[in-house]
């Protein structure tokens, strides 16, 4: 498996095609694209660089669609069952995992490209530099966007077997996890650059309060992964980290929102509990460990001043205003401000049909498959039937004659 920093992208085995010898003429595109995915499984296994790994991505992914045209072509020949095998990258194990359906290679095809692009987000995520911001947010929405787009069209078609192994990754609400994952990571940089232009407190709070809504949605997912093999440990502490960060955030300009209110035992409430989750044992194991663990400038300034201005608003409060400091759980939040989307992603074949419809073709085809062979069985039956009580009846008229 290829290693990244946080996430993994996964590598599969060489296949080959069984059809492609006995009809290379016939489907001669099939031949290039078992070059392509061969390009791609080498460049996996040799951890080759993120922007040689995108090329071949792109380059194999383009053939996908049409080569969902052939298998369909294909799909009436008995030769045409090939064993797609991938890792994981949810798993976050060397273990392959393997299907025998055309969609299963697209999803974890998509899915390794997503988590490619995750991989180049990751590059330059501390980085402080408005460009480099961008891009990286601009990343986080494309693997957002192929997420979602195997959660509405390709996912349904995968088959989900509890009696065998099943990546996580295949699962709908695997992709649902990893889409409110990248979005909410994506919120953290547009929070990234409002606070590098000293943008309010209000709305640097609204901000915080969507990343952390993201990120909540995200683990709630995961809950809901059933048939499948569980969410690596690492992969849901970093979500957790995440959560907590954004929540620690959150508390710090509610803070500061409340100081101008005059609410000061909401003040000191927040700025306890900010400071609180800056000290944790979830947020000092994973700091730095990883390039998405990392703590921007504006964050180690944030905490700085979260440390004191805690000891400043307990003092003020004990002091002059003596109000009472609420508990933390009845505290209402004030309404979110989600400034990121998923960027669209669609595979679509040279006549604009999207993947989805050819994979959809694919199932209801198998069906038809096994239908016709049941009745062609049933007439073989009924014409031995017919000959038998033929011959019984000529046996019988010979005896009487």
């Known amino acids: 498996m290829s290693h990244s920093t946080t996430f993994l992208i996964p590598c599969t085995k060489s296949i080959h095609f069984t059809t492609l010898e006995k009809y290379e003429k016939e489907y001669a595109s099939l031949s290039q694209l078992s070059e392509c995915r061969e390009r791609v499984s080498r460049s996996l296994q040799n951890s ?12 194999y992914l383009s053939l996908l669609p049409d080569c969902a045209k052939l298998i369909e072509s294909l799909q009436n020949y008995s030769d045409t069952t090939e064993r ?24 974890m095809a998509l899915t390794a490209y997503a988590t490619l692009k995750l991989c ?30 195997l959660q509405s069209n390709i996912l349904p078609e995968c088959l989900i077997q509890a009696s065998i192994p099943t990546p996580p990754d295949i699962h ?25 232009k000293c943008s309010s407190e209000t709305t640097l709070l609204k901000l915080c ?8 949605q995200a683990l709630a997912k995961v809950s809901s992964i059933q048939g ?41 409430t927040c700025l306890r509990y900010c400071c609180d989750i800056f000290k944790s044992k979830e947020i000092q194991k994973l700091l730095g460990k990883f390039p998405f663990t990392q703590w921007t400038c504006s964050q180690q300034k944030l905490s700085t001043e979260a440390s004191q201005l805690y000891e400043q608003y307990q003092r003020q409060n004990s002091m002059v205003y003596h109000q009472r400091e609420p508990d933390w759980n009845t505290i209402r939040f004030e309404a979110e401000r989600l400034l990121v989307g998923s960027i669209p992603f669609v595979l679509s074949d040279s006549g604009s049909t ?19 062979e049941k009745s062609k069985s049933r007439d073989v039956q009924s014409e031995e039937r017919k000959c038998k009580n033929s ?10 004659e």
């Open 172 to 196: 709908p609400h695997g992709a649902a996890f990893m889409n409110r994952l990248a979005l909410g990571l994506a919120q953290e940089k547009v929070i990234h650059k409002a606070q590098l």
């Open 228 to 268: 499948c093999e569980s969410v690596a440990s690492n992969i849901l502490k970093f979500a957790e980290y995440h959560l907590l960060m954004s929540k620690a955030m959150s508390c710090f300009y509610l803070g500061k929102v409340s100081h101008s209110r005059m609410e000061h035992g909401l003040k000191v």
């Open 391 to 400: 011959r019984k009846t000529k046996v019988a008229e010979q005896c009487l």
């Open 209 to 216: 309060n969507a990343a952390v809504q993201m990120f909540t």
């Open 120 to 149: 180049l987000a990751e590059q330059y995520f501390a980085s402080e530099e408005e460009q480099k911001i961008n891009q990286v947010s601009r990343y986080l929405c494309e693997a957002a966007g192929i997420y979602e787009y």
């Open 48 to 59: 080759r660089e993120p922007g040689f790994l995108k090329d071949a991505f792109e380059r």
């Open 354 to 372: 999207n993947i989805s419809q050819r994979l959809a073709e694919l199932r209801v085809q198998e069906p038809k498959k096994s239908l016709m």
């Open 84 to 107: 797609y095998q991938w890792q994981s990258t949810l798993t976050g194990s060397t273990k392959f995992y393997s299907g025998s359906f055309f969609a299963f290679e697209v999803a």
